[in-house]
């Protein structure tokens, strides 16, 4: 009986933290926190008659998709980094690209505009196209390689060799005591 009760308890503490997982660091583990502050967010919302039930719906959705991809980088690179992520609908890439990119001609790993590297599609109820905004020492590093593809365009402009092969996250960096 002792044993049920403390696995129903470990259970409901990690349902009540949202799934938390203390593998991650603190970075890690501070963008899944605002996540859930934004679902909370999205739910006082709804239960206040503010937006929609479609609204709710698709940034319920969109915010699954987002932690997915959070734990999935978190989990495949070992680092307690992450970068900008954006998750947007087929409808919504508009939103980030002047002229949106045709979604079946995305490659895992190609970098659009010098601003987003595409990470890959996942679906949370809808499918979301979800990007990495690249910080300003990649896209400087990008942009004198000359590794970009045009947003319009159906294929990558890439120069140099291995640049469609770049990682989804950057390398952990290493400071000197």
């Excluded at 919302?45 to 959070?70: F, G, K, P, T």
């Excluded at 980088?73 to 980094?81: F, K, L």
């Excluded at 490659?107 to 690249?134: K, N, P, Q």
Aim: glycine content about 10%; overall charge positive; charged content about 25%.
């Amino acid at each position: 009986m002792t044993v049920f009760l403390s696995c129903v308890c470990s259970l409901g503490a990690t349902q009540a933290g949202g799934g938390r997982d203390e593998t991650f660091g603190p970075v890690v583990r501070a963008y899944l926190g605002y996540l859930r502050n934004e679902q909370e967010v999205v739910d006082d919302r709804v239960s206040r008659h503010e937006v929609s039930v479609a609204y709710y719906r698709r940034n319920s959705n969109r915010i699954r998709a987002l932690r997915q991809m959070a734990i999935r980088i978190a989990r495949e690179s070992g680092n307690d980094y992450l970068p900008e992520l954006e998750a947007v609908a087929r409808d919504e890439l508009g939103l980030l690209f002047v002229r949106p990119p045709r979604p079946e001609t995305l490659l895992v790993g190609e970098v659009l505009r010098s601003t987003f590297r595409f990470l890959g599609t996942l679906r949370s109820g809808e499918v979301f196209y979800v990007f990495a905004r690249l910080d300003p020492y990649e896209q400087s590093d990008l942009m004198g390689k000359g590794v970009d593809r045009p947003a319009n365009s159906g294929a990558p402009t890439k120069t140099g060799p291995g640049s469609a092969a770049k990682s989804a996250t950057r390398s952990r960096r290493v400071t000197s005591p």
